[in-house]
């Protein structure tokens, strides 16, 4: 037995020539990925240009933020009256200060939405003398969010220590690549199949 698990833990040798061939192609790889990074990387102007050409909404119809103020409870029947609703506080731009009331689905009356939180508002210009109309989009989760991303941070590093820094070192990277690289070259009409290659090898890179 004690012979055997020598044997095993015995470090395996490899000759000079195979791994001087590995070696080499691994450089290779990425010196020949860093060129495609260079020769590919996207004009930033020209994707946040393309970006805010992108619109699914009206020209009219803007997104603006607000802040709660009360949350009525979901509507339990047929009967909409003082139920169901979002009484908010435009923050921002031209209607800064206007509280408006919007309906909102009952998943998001229950979802524990309370004064203070942030809701997003879809705001849609008035037509032929009408007034002004807002309605709920999304809500604001970014600091619940940065809470939870707190936590995991915090655990990987504490179970995993310097595997888990590692570790969260190339989600980053990865992210980077995703966000910084590939989605805009993308956006800008860079080849799919070149961008997912090297995009793809650089983050196995890392």
Not at 99 to 107: A, E, H, K, M, T
Request: glycine share 12%.
């Amino acid at each position: 037995g004690g012979a055997h698990s020598h044997r095993a833990s015995a470090a395996v040798h490899v000759d000079r020539g195979p791994r001087n061939a590995l070696l080499g192609s691994i450089a290779l790889a990425g010196v020949v990925t860093l060129i495609g990074l260079v020769l590919l990387w996207p004009d930033g102007e020209r994707a946040d240009e393309l970006q805010g050409s992108l619109q699914f909404t009206s020209a009219d119809t803007v997104f603006v933020d607000a802040s709660v103020l009360a949350v009525e409870e979901a509507c339990a029947g047929e009967d909409p009256e003082g139920c169901g609703r979002v009484r908010a506080e435009v923050t921002g731009g031209d209607d800064d200060g206007t509280v408006v009331l919007v309906d909102v689905p009952p998943q998001v009356s229950e979802s524990g939405l309370r004064a203070g939180d942030t809701v997003e508002l879809l705001r849609t210009e008035g037509q032929d003398g009408r007034d002004t109309s807002y309605s709920y989009f999304a809500t604001d989760r970014t600091q619940p969010m940065l809470v939870l991303l707190g936590l995991f941070v915090l655990v990987v590093v504490a179970v995993a220590r310097l595997r888990g820094v590692l570790a969260l070192f190339g989600l980053g990277v990865s992210a980077f690549v995703v966000v910084q690289f590939m989605l805009p070259a993308l956006l800008v009409g860079e080849s799919g199949v070149l961008v997912g290659l090297v995009g793809s090898a650089a983050i196995m890179m890392v």
